[in-house]
């Protein structure tokens, strides 16, 4: 499928107050599909912000070539902003203003219809609370009024970032739910979140970005796969002597007080006749694979300790 967003060589710098430089961006690169939702991860202070606020024309980039639905921006922007709905950091709204005259007033400034009021609010979980002053609303409920508001024009891209800040486990899984209905009806979804537990449910791809630069990109499965180890946890009677038997004959082993992990294995079932070679039965063979949150610490941490070899 065709790319919704299009980055290539993105670069910006910002003046110190003092002196110096900041590079926020250093050559990024990416690329979302269309139907998809992508997560756009990257520990604090790695670009993710200062990304999306150029993509939206918020700042201005140094070099670089982006592209939002087949059109070239910021010159195009005016044309395609119609089909993008966005939450770029904690949107401010009148306290006294209910939560349904906030989107109603939006919807009148943005020419939209006012029964996409009433529509998107059932979308978020705020009818019941609609007539409600927003400055009784939680955190939480703000944000489900944001992301109302970014969802009002009927978007064909919609950008969060952690549009699940403040939310209950439940909320949670009420905007995982929204975000996948709202790919299935062909919306995609680029997500910025530090719940990467949450990202790996909800995420068809993703991009993990460190020091203003993408380290890697692709699917989530394979983005998993490129990290795996081939570790498995070991349970056995004598879980010493069967290490020092693995060890012997030339496996990788990790000792550890219930047990073992033998890592960087092919074929899992060489454990089990090597030790039953020597009269070990293996009463446990378990796959550790990796989550989306060791991958991102590894990767990351990986970044930070090539910087300060430099």
Partial sequence: MAAVIEIEGLRKTYKGLFGGEHRALDGLDLSVTAGQVHGFLGPNGSGKTTT??????????????????????????????????????????????SGRKTLTLLAQAGGVPLSR????????????????????????????????????KEPKLLILDEPANGLDPAG?????????????DGVTVVLSSHILGEVQQICDSVTIVAKGRAIVSGPVEHVLASQDRGEYRVRVDQPLLAAEILTEA????????????????????????????RELF??????????????????????DQQVGVR
């Avoid at 949670?172 to 299935?184: F, H, K, P, T, W």
């Avoid at 899992?268 to 030790?275: D, F, K, V, Y």
């Avoid at 378990?286 to 991958?295: A, F, K, M, Q, T």
Wanted: hydrophobic share 50%.
């Fill in 52 to 97: 999306l606020r150029t993509l939206l024309g918020l700042i201005r980039a140094d070099a670089g070539r982006m592209v939002l639905l087949g059109r070239e921006v910021p010159a195009a922007l005016p044309q395609v902003m119609d089909s993008i709905g966005a939450i770029v950091e904690s949107p401010q709204f009148f306290g006294n203003f």
């Fill in 117 to 152: 009021v009433d529509a998107v609010l059932e979308l978020v979980g705020l009818t019941d609370r609609a007539r409600d002053r927003v400055k009784g609303y939680s955190l939480g409920m703000r944000q489900r009024l944001a992301v109302a508001s970014a969802l009002l």
């Fill in 282 to 303: 293996v009463a446990e063979l378990v796959p550790l694979r990796p989550d989306l949150e060791s991958v991102f610490l590894t990767l990351t941490d990986s970044v």
């Fill in 172 to 184: 949670i899984r009420e905007m995982r739910d929204l975000m996948r209905d709202l790919a299935a």
């Fill in 250 to 277: 030339g496996a990788q082993v990790d000792v550890h007080e219930d047990g073992f992990v033998v890592r960087d294995l092919v074929d899992p079932s060489w454990i089990t006749r090597t030790l039953a070679a």
